[in-house]
């Protein structure tokens, strides 16, 4: 293998791993690298010393591109953020639960006190006690 062949070898590995192909789809394959490098799959696979930094590089990454480690990272946030948004939710859907509960049960009281009123007495609305004047005792 030439030192030209490795040149182009190395140069087309620095641009997969950095995210910027120009021949390829960017993934980090083999397959890509020496396509990327404009070179024979039979040449790369003579350039051992340049597979073997290959490898390695790739495997630092979990081969991934910066673009996919990028997003990557952002998926991992927003199915965070997912997550509090989903606990906020339960939380407000328990003190809605928990109001509706109290209500129908202030509903069902307010009921049972307008029967007994009506059984015991007349039943005065706010409207007709704001209008009334005030009773003076003698």
Aim: hydrophobic letters at 35%; aromatic letters at 2%; charged letters at 30%.
């Amino acid at each position: 293998m030439s030192d030209e062949t490795a040149k182009l070898l190395r140069t087309a590995m620095d641009r997969l791993l950095a995210g910027r192909p120009r021949r390829t789809d960017g993934r980090l394959i083999k397959d890509n690298l020496w396509k990327e490098a404009g070179v024979s799959r039979a040449t790369m696979n003579r350039a051992t010393q340049v597979i073997s930094e290959w490898d390695a590089r790739v495997s630092a990454c979990d081969s991934f591109t910066p673009r996919e480690a990028q997003k990557n990272d952002e998926i991992t946030v927003l199915q965070r953020e997912l997550a509090d948004k989903t606990r906020e939710c339960t939380r407000l859907q328990k003190q809605l639960d928990a109001a509706a509960t109290a209500i129908a049960a202030f509903h069902h009281d307010n009921a049972l006190l307008r029967q007994e009123l009506h059984r015991t007495g007349d039943i005065i609305t706010l409207a007709d006690h704001h209008a009334a004047p005030p009773s003076r005792s003698s």
